[in-house]
């Protein structure tokens, strides 16, 4: 499975961005996917995930402002960010499980395949 994800780059508070991350390859041992973020001097940590019925999970730093969705048709998942703050600053990183309960992949540790990371900066 690979994972290409694009969509990052510098914005200003207050400001969208978009990140896609497209799946390719072996897609049939994929279920749910996520979002993670890693700010310098920081752990990765879970932005959002969605499964394949399409629940979804947002962490609370990011609720109301992000949201995660996925077209299956497609193979993509979607990240629309929103309210941006200097905070949300990290390079994001897409992810695929194999799992699909979203209580069980909360974990980076749960993720089976990882895309690049795309640098979001928020930043005036």
């Known amino acids: 499975v690979q994972l290409q994800a694009s969509g990052g780059g510098l914005v200003q508070p207050g400001g969208s961005l978009r990140l896609s991350c497209a799946a390719s390859?072996?897609?049939?041992?994929?279920?749910?996917m996520g979002w993670f973020r890693q700010a310098p001097g920081k752990l990765r940590e879970l932005v959002a995930s969605?499964?394949?019925?399409?629940?979804?999970d947002h962490a609370e730093a990011v609720k109301g402002r992000f949201t995660i969705s996925r077209d299956n048709v497609q193979n993509t998942v979607y990240l629309q960010m929103s309210s941006l703050k200097p905070e949300d600053t990290a390079v994001y990183y897409c992810?695929?499980?194999?799992?699909?309960?979203?209580?069980?992949?909360?974990?980076?540790?749960?993720?089976?395949?990882w895309g690049q990371g795309t640098q979001v900066t928020v930043s005036s």
């Open positions: 969605v499964n394949t019925g399409g629940d979804t």
């Open positions: 390859g072996s897609i049939f041992s994929i279920n749910a």
């Open positions: 992810a695929a499980s194999q799992r699909d309960i979203l209580s069980t992949v909360r974990n980076s540790m749960t993720y089976d395949y």
